[in-house]
């Protein structure tokens, strides 16, 4: 029970959030040592606090940190550093999971071939 208050009193992670990852990894992290979270249940338990944007930045990265504490830190630290910085880059208008990526929405070039990033 008293580990059910204690996640409980986490708050979501929002977009205004992220300029304290910080603080808010540090309050995540401390609640975890004192429960004496298993680390292998760390980063899937953090996910549960994120908000639709960083779901998916969690979705693309996630083989990558391989359920890693301090890897899942460090790149979760990254992403807001990188997101702050470039703004313009944080795509706001996510798809819907259920829409499909069609190539007319790829961009062309002006010999109307496919560009590829």
């Known amino acids: 029970m008293q580990e059910k208050i204690a996640l409980q ?3 979501k992670l ?3 959030d992220m ?3 910080d603080q808010w990894l540090s309050v995540l992290n401390k609640t975890f040592e004192d429960l004496e979270f298993p680390p292998l249940h760390r980063v899937l338990q953090a996910t549960t606090y994120f908000n639709e944007e960083l779901q998916i930045w969690y979705e693309t990265t996630k083989h990558e ?3 890693d504490w301090s890897s899942f ?3 979760l630290k ?3 550093l990188d997101r702050q910085m470039n703004p313009s ?3 706001h208008s996510l798809p819907n999971n259920n829409e499909l ?3 007319e929405h790829l961009p062309l070039n002006h010999e109307n071939t496919l560009v590829f990033l």
């Open 9 to 11: 009193s986490i708050h």
């Open 14 to 16: 929002t977009t205004e």
């Open 19 to 21: 300029i304290q990852i």
């Open 65 to 67: 940190i391989n359920n």
């Open 73 to 75: 830190c460090g790149r």
């Open 78 to 80: 990254q992403y807001v």
């Open 89 to 91: 880059t944080v795509n």
């Open 101 to 103: 990526l069609s190539f």
